[in-house]
């Protein structure tokens, strides 16, 4: 049975999950962001109750917990910091966004223009096309990327999602 919490590293610098559950016995959404900040297993941020919002919002209420993952699991609100980071990735970091959407009822990107660093949207988003995931974003910006859920029109609805590559 799913339940609130996160998965972080021992030092607390990483966190590779992040999950609500508001009614169990619905269907799950997986967002991909970018990287987490502030929120954890006791600390909700911002982007978590944007991303919560649009859950329980969709679809008459089919929804009933979510799964936040990132493209980078290091823990910073500031993108300059990621940038310095030795290993903004984590270890195990796609095994665990693999883990999320395996059972995902909706795999939403959400992971706004910085997802060009390192190339990373690209390569998570090959990894989920390796699985035949279908993947949904809330709106895309100029260049291709989707948007960030604090970026975007409460009364959204998920679209398909293709990130041209060239």
């Known amino acids: 049975m799913p339940k609130n919490g996160a998965v972080l590293d021992e030092t607390r610098t990483y ?3 992040l999950s609500r559950v508001w009614e169990p016995d619905k269907e799950k959404v997986v967002f991909i962001c970018l990287n987490p900040s502030t929120a954890d297993e006791n600390i909700d941020d ?3 109750i944007r991303c919560i919002d649009f859950a329980k919002r969709w679809s008459n ?8 993952v990132n493209l980078f699991g290091y ?4 993108f300059n910091n990621l940038k310095k980071a030795i290993d903004p990735i984590g270890s195990d970091n796609d095994n665990f966004i693999l883990n999320a959407v395996k059972d995902a009822n909706l795999v939403v990107a959400a992971w706004g223009k910085k997802g060009t660093y390192q190339n990373r949207a690209e390569k998570v988003l090959k ?3 390796n699985i ?3 993947v949904y974003c809330l709106d895309i910006l100029n260049g291709g990327q989707p948007k960030h859920p604090l970026y975007v029109k ?8 293709f990130l041209e590559i060239y």
């Open 127 to 129: 990894l989920l096309s």
């Open 61 to 68: 209420g089919k929804y009933g917990w979510l799964e936040i």
């Open 132 to 134: 035949n995931i279908p």
């Open 15 to 17: 966190r590779f999950s």
């Open 154 to 161: 409460a009364i959204n609805e998920p679209r398909p999602y």
């Open 46 to 48: 911002p982007t978590l």
């Open 75 to 78: 823990r910073t609100s500031d």
